[in-house]
Nanobody, 115 residues
Framework: QVRLVEFGGGLVQPGGSLRLSCAAS????????MGWYRQAPGKQRELVAL???????NYDDFVKGRFTISRDNAKNTVYLQMNSLKPEDTAVYFC?????????WGQGTQVTVSS
């Protein structure tokens, strides 16, 4: 069992930046593929970015060049640096951990981009 806790959401103006953090419990963090997903009101949850234990990354097209996913295996933490935020980035952002058929989710953190 892995417990995930997200931090760092909030209200930001268009063009601004936020950094999300996700702290994971357990001793096998480096084996997990970590991801950030988001869900806007009335929409399905969608993938934002993934990072493997070795640091390989994958981004969805709508965030490429604006968002950066990273991880610190020594701190059991994954980050999402979000720059040049747009109103359409408004959503609840969820942290996800996957390994050997098991999937775990955090509770989510709200990101609102508005002037």
């Amino acid at each position: 069992q892995v417990r995930l806790v997200e931090f760092g959401g909030g209200l930001v103006q268009p063009g601004g930046s936020l950094r999300l953090s996700c702290a994971a419990s357990g001793s096998l963090f480096s084996r997990y593929v970590m991801g950030w997903y988001r869900q806007a009101p009335g929409k399905q949850r969608e993938l934002v970015a993934l990072i493997t234990g070795g640091g390989s990354t994958n981004y969805d097209d709508f965030v490429k060049g604006r968002f950066t996913i990273s991880r610190d295996n020594a701190k059991n933490t994954v980050y999402l640096q979000m720059n040049s935020l747009k109103p359409e980035d408004t959503a609840v952002y969820f942290c996800n951990a996957r390994s050997q058929g098991s999937t775990f989710w955090g509770q989510g953190t709200q990101v609102t981009v508005s002037s």
